[in-house]
């Protein structure tokens, strides 16, 4: 009779633990997608990445570089954007040739302006969250534009609150 119930103890045990180890092996499932979604984005465009820490340690370290937020102006950049982020819209799907409608009516040629003329200066853009294709967009056409430092920081201004940094607020 003890054997009995030690077998029905350990098969109900069993059974908890896979169905709970089912919900956390599900969790992976959308990680996954995103994650080699990004990986793609980065190799077609030839950028690299930062994370939050990293990014973190360039605005402290007073580098010289244009940290471009890619979110909408009023609906985001206005209400948080990274320290000495400067902000230029760009669309969330893939922005193949430039289109202004996309870009709230700026041009390749504002867009180059606002990174400056040095090709070899820091160029960092994000955008809200690892999902957003919006820095991505921007990151392409950086590079399209002949920038050589440029580097996508996924995370975007979730992240980067996340982490508990401070943000800048208004233009």
């Given at each position: 009779?003890?054997?009995?119930?030690?077998?029905?103890?350990?098969?109900?045990?069993?059974?908890?633990?896979?169905?709970?180890?089912?919900?956390?092996?599900?969790?992976e499932?959308?990680?996954?997608?995103?994650?080699?979604?990004?990986?793609?984005?980065?190799?077609?465009?030839?950028?690299?990445?930062?994370?939050h820490?990293?990014?973190?340690?360039?605005?402290?370290?007073?580098?010289?570089?244009?940290?471009?937020?890619?979110?909408?102006?009023?609906?985001?950049?206005?209400?948080?954007?990274?320290p000495?982020?400067v902000?230029?819209?760009?669309?969330?799907?893939?922005?193949e040739?430039?289109?202004?409608?996309?870009?709230?009516?700026?041009?390749?040629?504002?867009y180059e302006?606002l990174?400056?003329?040095?090709?070899?200066?820091?160029?960092?853009?994000?955008?809200?969250?690892?999902?957003?294709?919006?820095?991505?967009?921007?990151?392409?056409?950086?590079k399209?534009?002949?920038?050589?430092?440029?580097?996508r920081?996924?995370?975007?201004?979730?992240?980067?609150?996340?982490?508990?940094?401070?943000?800048?607020?208004?233009?």
């Amino acid at each position: 009779m003890r054997k009995i119930g030690f077998v029905a103890v350990l098969l109900v045990s069993v059974l908890l633990l896979a169905g709970c180890g089912q919900d956390a092996f599900k969790a992976e499932v959308p990680k996954d997608l995103e994650a080699v979604k990004l990986a793609r984005e980065v190799v077609a465009g030839g950028y690299g990445l930062l994370n939050h820490t990293e990014l973190k340690a360039l605005v402290d370290s007073g580098e010289d570089m244009v940290i471009v937020d890619a979110m909408p102006l009023e609906d985001s950049y206005v209400k948080q954007h990274v320290p000495g982020a400067v902000q230029f819209l760009f669309p969330i799907g893939a922005m193949e040739t430039w289109d202004t409608a996309e870009t709230a009516g700026k041009t390749e040629a504002e867009y180059e302006a606002l990174l400056g003329p040095d090709k070899n200066r820091r160029v960092v853009v994000y955008c809200g969250f690892v999902k957003c294709g919006r820095s991505h967009n921007a990151a392409i056409w950086a590079k399209k534009r002949g920038y050589i430092n440029v580097q996508r920081f996924p995370g975007g201004i979730f992240a980067w609150k996340g982490a508990g940094y401070e943000v800048a607020t208004g233009q």
